[in-house]
């Protein structure tokens, strides 16, 4: 059922970034905005401008989302906090800046499913 909902092309609406207790939201759609269109057999594809990349998607478990690369190496991986048929909400775990312990860094980006046959 998740891949059904999945299906489609995603406008990134905002990215959120949160830092050891300290939050940037950018929702300034621009060029250097990507949209990801989930295709039928685990097929990504990153559309950015006149560019594009091609990935593998697998949801694991019902609320995760792992990209990959075509030998099946994992690129990246998201936690899926929602997903319907017109919004979908990932949260990614980033690295710490800095050494030491307690720190919590993670990216929440907000996407919108754009209906088929709109540009």
Known sequence: MQEKELEGVWRT???????NGFSFTN???DEHWSTFEYGAGG????????????YHYKLPSRDSLVYADSTGHQ?????ILKLTDSQ???????KPYLPG?????????FFTKIPSGAK
């Open 13 to 19: 609406d905002s990215i959120n970034n949160f830092v």
């Open 27 to 29: 929702n300034t759609f």
């Open 43 to 54: 097929i990504l594809t990153e559309r950015k401008r006149e560019k594009h990349k091609t």
């Open 75 to 79: 690129l990246s991986g998201f936690q």
């Open 88 to 94: 979908l909400i990932l949260k990614k775990a980033q």
């Open 101 to 109: 312990k307690n720190q919590e860094l993670f990216e929440v980006r």
